[in-house]
DNA sequence: CGATATTTGATATACCCGATAACAATTATT
DNA sequence: AATAATTGTTATCGGGTATATCAAATATCG
């Protein structure tokens, strides 16, 4: 084994390795669905914020217009969601989950609340994860 | 504004975004030196380790060994590093800092601490500082 | 010893993400 | 009415990551 040196103590590149290590662990246990932390984080949002469009939810995921385009693709082919044309602006497109979106959606969250986030908790221990997740947050805004 | 919902209680997100920050913030610290953090960590295992050949400082960083090698590459280019001849097993390169190397790590090393990491702990306070490190450290390995 | 397997660095290649420029259609501005 | 800005889209580029393969060198084992 190698001597990591100052690298222990940089905290981004713990932060790197342990995103890595939750990402994988996310897609294991929602491998069944076939969602990716990304898309589970579009279907979220389209949930949680009906009428909106691409852009909007694109921006607040930090997902640039042009490459959220395939991203759509890929989940109304799935019948995930669909795009439906505005009435008020006829340039966007109105994101809507479909009955299929939202079915798996709830499957969805099941699996990360009960297996993904469950594993952390047990690992972290439950204050730990709360002061993880709000350390994360701070940040995510202010940094 | 739009609701992020489940969003924020993910950890997965908010690890994802505060690495982003994190190491945008560090490439700003660091752009004098035309450092990324990858090269950094390269650099930081070099000193700490000599003697080693590529397969075994790409293992400790996750770097599989064909992408190791054009990053050697540039790093040589620079006159950063240099390969070396092993004597005892003539078919691996044993990595060496060139004084050049040293010199611009030391450089580097001021600039991540009195600038990267002391922004870090002045956001998040040492003492949360100390204890976010420690709960990534756990992640990154026992996860 | 000699045949076979393994290891090391390297090349080629492919895929996914992220970023930029440009475009047509539509809407806003003036 | 003319011009500017916005929306979704395409094309494209670069970076990071993954696999297969190769020649050279070494290790293993009959």
Redesign the pocket.
């Known amino acids: 084994m190698l001597q990591l040196g100052e690298l222990s103590g940089l905290l981004g590149y713990s932060l ?1 390795r342990a995103q ?1 290590k939750v990402f994988e662990d996310f897609l294991r246990c929602v491998a069944p669905l076939q969602l ?1 932390p ?2 589970f984080s579009v279907l979220l949002l389209l949930d949680k914020n009906p009428g909106r ?4 939810i ?1 921006n607040t995921l ?12 890929a989940l109304e082919s799935r019948d995930l969601c669909a ?1 439906m044309r ?10 809507v989950l479909t009955d299929r979106g939202r079915a798996v959606l709830a499957r969805a969250k099941k699996l990360v609340a009960n297996k993904h986030e469950a594993r952390l908790i047990e690992v972290l221990g439950p204050a730990n994860h709360a002061a993880l997740l709000e350390m994360l947050a701070k940040l995510a805004q202010e940094f």
């Open positions: 790197k890595l990716t990304a898309q469009n691409q852009t909007e694109a930090g997902i640039l217009r042009p490459n959220f385009v395939a991203m759509l693709d795009r505005s009435t008020n602006d006829r340039r966007s497109h109105i994101l």
